[in-house]
């Protein structure tokens, strides 16, 4: 089985306070996403990954960067964290090609004061 | 402004009775994809439709993709208790990136 482990459940910080999240990945996935998911709203893609080193924008980057410097790890960084932030953040993996099924992590709480 | 609307946005029913979640859109989807999820766990594959005008069923679960492959809906027959969790729509426009509903939170009383 995928298994997808971010590696805090839940996270409290400050505003103004760098946040990174990770993830990992051990079913050798090359492509690898961030969400926030907010009630009323779903799922909104913040940033995904291709392969290593590779980033694209999804629809809510703003705030926000990633890096993937292995193909197992992908992680988010809050540059400076601020209180509309506060959300449920979910990677996910999977592998390439149409129609490939999302694995998700178990989520990161975040609560910025 | 969603791409993906899916509705309602609250189900609560009696242990039994049948019920439909609708996931409806302007744009046309290479695939769609259905994904449950459970309080404090990520959100799970449930199916993948490809073909317009497919129906795939899963024990009481009856995905169905629309004929222009822009809508699809979910039917549980017989609800049970079980079945209680957040249901998600995410439509597939192509390269791989998923975009998702709003989400259905189904409540299932014994």
């Known amino acids: 089985d995928v298994k997808v482990t971010q590696s805090s459940r839940y996270l409290v910080k400050r505003t103004g306070e760098k946040v990174f999240l990770e993830c990992v990945q051990d079913m050798d996935h090359e492509n690898m996403f961030w969400y926030r998911q907010d009630p009323g709203l779903g799922l909104r893609l913040i940033y995904f990954s291709y392969d290593v080193k590779m980033k694209e924008k999804g629809d809510i980057p703003e705030g926000y960067s990633v890096s993937r410097e292995k193909k197992e790890r992908f992680s988010l960084i809050l540059e400076s964290a601020s209180t509309n932030q506060t959300s449920m953040y979910l990677c996910a993996s999977s592998l390439q090609g149409a129609s490939s099924p999302l694995h998700f992590g178990n989520g990161t709480r975040l609560t910025v004061t | ?110």
């Open chain 2, 1 to 110: 402004t969603q791409l993906l609307e899916q509705s309602p946005q609250f189900l609560s029913i009696q242990e039994g009775e049948n019920l439909t979640v609708y996931c409806n859109s302007s744009s046309v989807f290479s695939s769609l994809q259905w994904y449950r999820q459970e309080p404090g766990e990520g959100p799970v594959l449930l199916v993948t439709v490809v073909t317009g005008g497919e129906v795939k069923k899963l024990k009481r679960l009856t995905f169905q993709f629309g004929d222009a492959r822009k809508d699809s809906s979910l039917h549980i027959t017989a609800a049970q208790p079980g079945d209680t969790g957040l249901y998600l729509c995410a439509g597939d426009l192509g390269y791989g990136k998923l975009t998702f509903g709003q989400g259905t939170i189904l409540t299932v009383h014994p």
